[in-house]
């Protein structure tokens, strides 16, 4: 079955600190990967989106991610937390048309 | 373009009652998919449909059931309701493209008491 795992499901970090939030996909997923960002009360925003096209991709407000076949991960990172980046995080792995997301990581934002 | 529009945004049902929520994808986008989203399941597939024929399907019981409109536009709806069927219902729409980019809409919560 497929699978997207995010290691910790809450993650607080100080303003102008590294985010790093991890995720790791079963080897079922088609390597077709996403970061979503979902605010209180709101539907799903993409982040970026990983089509075997570049190993990192960047995405929006300064967010990249790494695709590693080799460890099946595919962590996303930015160098410098701002408070508006406080946000749940979640990780999918998509066939067509359907998505299997990761269970999601709470970004506490601390000034 | 617009976005993905769902209505309504919030709803509240007693048990036994049915329900149905309605998505307007993005002008073009011929795909919408649904998820559940609870605390405890987290971010669930429930149905997929392309040119009013449900091309997918997850694994919730028949009282969830969905269609497709010739404009795309699609409709989910849930019989006898259960307390547990509480959730966010998003809905996404995907445009004609390899790289399966889907779109949310805000969701429409749905509380069941």
């Known amino acids: 079955a497929q699978s997207v795992t995010q290691l910790g499901s809450h993650v607080s970090v100080s303003e102008g600190a590294l985010v790093l939030l991890r995720c790791n996909y079963s080897s079922s997923v088609p390597p077709y990967l996403f970061w979503y960002v979902q605010y209180p009360n709101q539907g799903l925003q993409l982040l970026l989106k990983?089509?075997?096209?570049?190993?990192l991709v960047k995405g929006i407000n300064g967010f990249e991610a790494e695709f590693k076949k080799s460890e099946t991960s595919f962590h996303l990172t930015k160098p410098s937390a701002h408070m508006s980046d406080a946000a749940e995080y979640f990780c999918a792995g998509g066939s067509n048309y359907k998505l299997t997301f990761g269970k999601g990581t709470l970004l506490t934002v601390n000034p | 373009k617009a976005g993905v529009t769902q209505t309504p945004r919030y709803l509240i049902k007693t048990r036994g009652q049915q329900v149905t929520l309605s998505c307007s994808p993005i002008?073009?986008?011929?795909?919408v998919s649904w998820y559940q989203q609870t605390p405890g399941q987290g971010l669930q597939f429930l149905f997929e449909y392309f040119s009013e024929t449900q091309r997918n399907k997850g694994n919730f019981p028949g009282r969830f059931s969905g269609r497709q409109f010739s404009n795309s536009r699609s409709e989910m709806n849930v019989s006898t309701l259960e307390l547990g069927d509480s959730a966010l219902y998003l809905c996404a729409s995907l445009g004609d493209n390899r790289y399966n980019e889907q779109f949310f809409g805000p969701g429409t919560r749905l509380t069941v008491l």
């Open positions: 990983y089509t075997s096209a570049a190993t």
């Open positions: 002008s073009g986008h011929r795909s």
